[in-house]
């Protein structure tokens, strides 16, 4: 048996995605700048695709830009505030994702800009008040805090963290790409200037995620070229991409309520089979929680001679897993998240095991029975 537990990284695309934008494989292959028929059709998608999303997000369609994923969201958002919105400060998290740590601290090399860190309470999450103490001194800042994190499951409570911001006249940018789908997302009445998603983490292709800029902010190209996007990034649209980037948002907001219940059972079962088969064990950043990210299980297992290849058997075994963020996979160093964190501890390791409305309770025994297998085969060091 197979079974896929890292969800996190990205979600296999559901059969109704694929269908939607199978349509405009086959026939409708316009490009949307053109004005005739075959161009009209193909913008006409779009611009359905854009309201439609608006609409489940309690938002104006021109607020949505659409863009490669996640990354370049973050990036455009990052780039926007200190380009063109007048913000002199970045303040983010260590325990970012790259995508908005290196940008922030790629622009925090201009003059005239700087880049700090927030400090962060015993559970991972912002401490508002030294984010409201840092935030008086008056410069304009930009905020960056994502919602879920990707690797250890931590919520950051972002209606306060965006309230703050806004009571201090900073902005806000929140990655909410491990969350957008999985989280009721009113984002017209929340405190919030920007949100990246990515379709892929939603069951939606790759290659397609949108930018939420609130109403109210002009931002120049990000991609320069053609007007496409509000002349907010260049380039002819990822017209398939945004088909199913929209179809994935319908499937996962109208059906939230039933797979969020669903996921959080699995993982409770997973937590609860790794305490009573591994001695020991813990969860980063309380991951185990209720009040975590229910998509994410974050197991830290003790010493033991099979640590340094634990995902490796795990392969072996059909259990496909990780031990932190796809985007640092293959590096040396330790998880960033968990060494800032104060997680890392040598001779333990880390697995993330994270889950879809596609994970079953077979693969969450499988994977029991994998990790049991696993750690039986040896001696504790």
């Not at 969800?7 to 316009?30: K, Q």
Request: net charge negative; proline share 3%.
């Amino acid at each position: 048996m197979n079974v896929y537990l890292d969800n996190a990284a990205t979600t296999p695309m559901l059969p109704e995605v694929i269908e939607a934008m199978l349509p405009y494989m086959r026939d409708h292959f316009g490009n949307p700048s053109s004005t005739h028929q075959f161009g009209r059709r193909t913008k006409t998608a779009i611009e359905q695709s854009r309201r439609q999303i608006a609409e489940y997000l309690g938002v104006e369609p021109r607020t949505i830009c659409f863009t490669s994923g996640g990354t370049e969201a973050d990036n455009m958002a990052l780039h926007a505030g200190v380009d063109q919105l007048g913000c002199q400060r970045i303040l983010t998290c260590a325990t970012e994702h790259s995508a908005v740590l290196k940008t922030a601290e790629h622009l925090g090399h201009r003059e005239g800009v700087t880049c700090g860190m927030l400090q962060l309470d015993s559970t991972g999450r912002v401490d508002l008040q030294h984010l409201a103490a840092t935030l008086s001194d008056g410069v304009p800042t930009l905020v960056s805090v994502m919602h879920g994190n990707n690797e250890v499951g931590i919520l950051q409570d972002i209606m306060a963290i965006g309230q703050c911001c806004w009571d201090h006249g900073a902005l806000f940018h929140s990655d909410t790409v491990q969350t957008m789908g999985h989280y009721p997302m009113d984002l017209g009445n929340m405190p919030i200037d920007f949100a990246a998603c990515s379709a892929h983490k939603l069951h939606g292709p790759k290659g397609a995620g949108f930018l939420y800029v609130k109403d109210g902010h002009r931002i120049g190209a990000h991609i320069i070229g053609g007007s496409q996007e509000r002349a907010m990034r260049g380039g002819t649209e990822n017209l398939i991409g945004i088909i199913g980037l929209a179809k994935a948002i319908e499937l996962s907001i109208t059906s939230m309520e039933s797979h969020a219940a669903h996921i959080q059972s699995l993982k409770t079962a997973l937590a609860e089979g790794l305490k009573e088969s591994v001695p020991g064990v813990r969860f980063n950043a309380n991951s185990d929680r209720s009040d975590s990210l229910y998509t994410v299980l974050s197991a830290n297992f003790p010493a033991h001679e099979k640590n340094g290849m634990m995902l490796f058997l795990l392969d072996l075994e059909g259990v496909a897993c990780s031990g932190g963020s796809a985007c640092s996979s293959g590096s040396p160093q330790p998880s960033h998240v968990l060494s800032s964190l104060g997680l890392h501890e040598e001779g333990r390791t880390s697995i993330r095991f994270s889950f879809s409305r596609l994970t079953t309770a077979d693969c969450i025994g499988h994977a029991l029975k994998a990790v049991s297998r696993i750690r039986s085969a040896a001696v504790l060091v």
